[in-house]
């Protein structure tokens, strides 16, 4: 699997003000850390960052991180395992980055596609998509981009759950196999109204007979 490359810089551990001007300045701080590695604080480009998150799946994406100024002058194969968001303008805060081993296996979170037209939906059901992501172990280089799962057998009432999904040679899917990734449903809105209709009658033909129930006292 293809890495993709990120430059970034040492960075000193400061006052808040200090991380404060470093995200004006379009960077945002950042920690380097894995068994060979310890730990190294460093930042990044948000634009850089971005770019990465707009076009990648960050979760199953192997990254080259180049640190200027380091002495083996030789990028370091990571992984970005979390990002803080500001909870409001949803802007970049901060990054973790995970030294990866090619001969270890790691665990990390691969995307789900849909794939197909369920027959139910053709036959007026609705589609329910559950699940997202579903957690693998493997292999970095047989990280896979993502994991498809086909709709196209699914009637009305039927599911598609992680167990019938395919792994690809290498790679083992650890989450539950019982959870439920899409499900069709059958349509409610027609019952709803033929409820409402038959509601409607009934209040009508209420008022009617009171009606007719007064001008007999009268």
Known sequence: MKSIELSAQKRECGPKRNVLSLRRRGMIP????????GNIT?????????????????????????????ENNEPYLVMCRELQRDPLRRDLLHADFFQVVLT??????????????????????????????????????????RLEADLSALNIGEQLTVGDLE?????????????VIALVVAP???????????????????????????????
């Open 42 to 70: 460093i930042q990044v480009s948000t634009k850089d960052m971005e770019a990465i998150i707009a076009t990648h799946s960050i979760g199953s994406t192997l990254i080259s991180l180049d640190i200027a100024g380091e």
């Open 167 to 179: 792994a690809p040679e290498g790679v083992k899917i650890i989450s539950d196999p019982d959870s």
């Open 188 to 218: 409610v809105y027609e019952e709803e109204e033929e409820e409402e209709e038959e509601s409607e009658g009934e209040a009508v033909g209420g008022a009617a007979a009171a009606e007719g129930a007064e001008e007999q006292e009268e």
């Open 30 to 37: 950042a920690v380097l850390y894995g068994k060979e590695v």
């Open 104 to 145: 270890e296996e790691i665990e990390t979170e691969a995307p789900v596609l849909l794939v197909g037209e369920a027959a139910g939906i053709k036959e007026g059901g609705i589609l329910q998509h559950m699940l997202r992501t579903v957690t693998v172990s493997c292999l970095p280089t047989r990280m896979p981009d």
